[in-house]
């Protein structure tokens, strides 16, 4: 009788942290599309070591379209618009689009929409509430359950579900790189000028016809569990005589890229590791080609995925 009572016990016990667990998913779900919702500029900072990069950005709601304007308030003068994913680059007096996977890592990042998938492959929990720029907000961990990727620590505004600061946390909890506003205003109040010309890039903008979707044929043996590939084009690069293979994976929190090309033997195609941030690149030549592999995982789990790079054949 005690086995039975104990046996209830436990299936009551699951089933109301099945219960919270979705109670925190159902929420989660209206942060992930609170960025994209929600008129707003500020100032934020961004810091990995010693290094502080200070930027503002402004983001407007229209009637189905979204525009955003990222300003670099110091070092060399840096403007970007995005607007339906393309992304506007002000260079040499004037505006280029660039490659709409350019500055994925902007400040406030969306949660995934997959968010269901995000409990297999992290602890999602509450960690308190806090004032961030002179708001209140709660905080949430994603703790991951290996040391193949980081823990993600974010501060969300109570009433908007805007992302007002974001932690990347290794293994021993030490803060790798941090994402955080120091200014924050809502609404669309301001100088609406450069929307239009948003519209106007848009408008005029030619679709890269160059990049196309690939099946290679190259595999990746030892990703860690819960990455699943998303994306695998073929796709031209400054400098390169040829289009680059590229592979991308997500486990719902993180991407990992790898690029593979024939190698042309010069001196940037020594072995490297290098990293900026939480992102880690890692790049060896293998034969004849050519490995880069980048992601916001740790250099352990990129050398980890490039070393298991293979040819699989058509």
Same mark, same amino acid.
């Given at each position: 009788m005690k086995a039975w009572f104990g046996l209830c016990g436990l299936m009551l016990a699951a089933n109301i942290c099945?219960?919270?667990g979705q109670s925190k998913l159902d929420w989660l779900k209206t942060v992930a599309v609170a960025g994209h919702q929600t008129d707003y500029?500020?100032?934020?900072v961004y810091q990995y070591g010693n290094h502080v990069e200070?930027?503002?950005? !402004?983001?407007?709601v229209e009637t189905d379209s979204e525009y955003e304007k990222l300003e670099s308030l110091d070092g060399p003068k840096l403007e970007i618009i995005r607007h339906h994913g393309q992304v506007w680059c002000y260079s040499n007096h004037k505006m280029v689009l660039v490659d709409s996977?350019?500055?994925?890592?902007?400040?406030p990042k969306s949660l995934p929409d997959q968010?269901? !998938?995000?409990?297999?492959?992290y602890l999602v929990k509450e960690a308190g509430l806090e004032r961030v720029a002179g708001y209140n907000t709660r905080v949430v961990l994603f703790q991951a359950r290996d040391n193949l990727r980081y823990t993600h620590k974010i501060w969300v505004h109570t009433e908007s579900g805007l992302l007002l600061k974001s932690a990347v946390l290794n293994d021993k909890n030490q803060v790798v790189e941090q994402y955080a506003f120091t200014e924050l205003k809502f609404g669309n109040g301001g100088d609406r000028s450069w929307i239009t010309a948003g519209a106007a890039l848009t408008a005029k903008a030619v679709p890269n016809k160059s990049v196309k979707s690939a099946n290679s044929g190259w595999v990746v043996d030892a990703l860690p569990p819960g990455f699943k590939k998303t994306m695998e084009v073929l796709r031209p690069m400054h400098g390169r005589h040829a289009p680059v293979t590229q592979m991308v994976f997500s486990d719902g929190m993180s991407a990992i890229s790898v690029f593979i090309e024939p190698s042309d033997s010069d001196e940037?195609?020594?072995?490297?590791?290098?990293n900026r941030g939480a992102v880690n690149l890692y790049h060896k030549v293998v034969d004849t080609r050519l490995y880069n592999v980048v992601g916001e995982v740790p250099p352990k789990t990129i050398m980890q995925i490039l070393d298991s790079v293979r040819f699989n054949g058509k």
């Open positions: 099945a219960a919270e500029s500020g100032v934020f200070t930027s503002k950005i !402004t983001h407007v996977q350019s500055g994925q890592g902007s400040f968010l269901a !998938t995000l409990n297999d492959n940037d195609d020594n072995e490297g590791l290098s």
